[in-house]
């Protein structure tokens, strides 16, 4: 158990560019979530995974933004044509049949 | 409407306990959650009650009552490591995590 990673851990990007990250849950997870933090407030709920089936997105989530799972196990999320206000923490978490998720350290992006 | 509350800012001494409490409305109840969570750090999490009563774990206890839609974490022998963020988060009817914003807790020597 090596725990959720997620890369990068920094992304700088000019407005307009698209950008991609990774999250590889804890082995044998089968459930992955993907949340989006701004300072001083808590996650926010962006979209959720059931091995490769993507079983809830976000209605806040913009036509921008898209998650894959191809093949149940790795996941990305991509946002196109970024904005300022796309700067945030993007989380990843993952979790088995019980309730807790557990998260990874998390891709900080600031959009310029 | 959804609903977490939580204090925004507290302050402790080093060697003290203190009590984060946490209000919630949210459509259905599937457990509530805390995490701790470091500047710039991913939230860690802490405990999970679905029942009623206090859960204890070492240092860190958390109670829950579901009549009156409150939890509270309790934390004691205060280290200036615990100074953090804590979050509390219910696991609505659609099993999916609502977040309050969380509580910044400063230890002061």
């Known amino acids: 158990d090596t725990g959720v990673s997620q890369n990068p851990r920094h992304k700088i990007t000019k407005r307009g560019q698209n950008v991609t990250f990774r999250c590889d849950p804890i082995?044998?997870?089968?459930?992955l979530y993907w949340y989006r933090q701004t300072l001083g407030q808590g996650p926010e709920f962006l979209t959720y995974?059931?091995?490769?089936?993507?079983?809830?997105k976000s209605r806040l989530l913009s036509d921008r933004f898209s998650a894959e799972r191809p093949k149940g196990s790795f996941s990305t999320l991509e946002i196109q044509r970024t904005e300022q206000g796309d700067s945030a923490m993007y989380l990843c978490?993952?979790?088995?049949?019980?309730?807790?998720?557990?998260f990874g350290p998390g891709t900080r992006l600031l959009v310029l | 409407g959804q609903n977490i509350d939580q204090p925004t800012e507290m302050t402790a001494t080093e060697g003290a306990i203190v009590q984060i409490n946490c209000t919630y409305q949210t459509s259905g109840f599937n457990g509530l959650f805390w995490y701790q969570q470091h500047a710039g750090e991913a939230p860690t999490f802490l405990s999970y009650n679905v029942l009623d009563g206090l859960e204890e774990k070492g240092r860190f206890s958390s109670f829950l009552s579901r009549s009156k839609g409150y939890s509270y974490l309790l934390l004691k022998e205060l280290q200036m490591k615990d100074s953090a963020s804590y979050l509390c988060?219910?696991?609505?009817?659609?099993?999916?995590?609502?977040w309050g914003a969380g509580t910044k807790l400063i230890i002061k020597p």
């Open positions: 082995s044998e997870h089968n459930r």
């Open positions: 988060a219910v696991l609505d009817s659609n099993y999916q995590l609502i």
């Open positions: 995974f059931q091995n490769e089936a993507q079983l809830e």
């Open positions: 978490a993952s979790s088995s049949g019980r309730p807790t998720q557990y």
